[in-house]
């Protein structure tokens, strides 16, 4: 009975330290999403010009979202099966 225990908490830890790391990813590819994509308004050709850094920004920064989303989801469910009883 102890050893069944003692393993089922070893066995926790490596879920647990990858939700940690895949919440991380998750949340700076969200942060990339914000800075490339949602801080600027795009025109109906789907630029924007900075005039102070004379940068031009283009809408594709939406893909952004998509490892987010998918890392979230990964991160939700280790941490789940990591501190689940």
């Not at 789907?46 to 005039?51: A, I, N, Q, S, V």
């Not at 998509?66 to 099966?81: D, E, K, N, Q």
């Given at each position: 009975?102890?050893?069944?225990a003692?393993?089922?908490?070893?066995?926790?830890?490596?879920?647990?330290?990858?939700?940690?790391?895949?919440?991380?990813?998750?949340?700076?590819?969200?942060?990339?999403?914000?800075?490339?994509?949602?801080?600027?308004?795009?025109?109906?050709?789907?630029?924007y010009y900075?005039?102070?850094?004379?940068?031009?920004?283009?809408?594709?920064g939406?893909?952004?979202?998509?490892?987010?989303?998918?890392?979230?989801?990964a991160?939700?469910?280790?941490?789940?099966?990591?501190?689940?009883?």
């Amino acid at each position: 009975m102890w050893i069944s225990a003692g393993r089922a908490r070893a066995r926790r830890w490596p879920a647990r330290i990858a939700a940690a790391l895949l919440l991380l990813l998750s949340a700076f590819f969200y942060y990339a999403w914000y800075a490339f994509y949602l801080k600027w308004e795009f025109n109906e050709l789907g630029r924007y010009y900075d005039p102070v850094d004379q940068v031009v920004y283009t809408s594709s920064g939406f893909v952004w979202v998509l490892p987010a989303t998918v890392l979230l989801a990964a991160g939700l469910l280790s941490a789940w099966r990591g501190w689940r009883r």
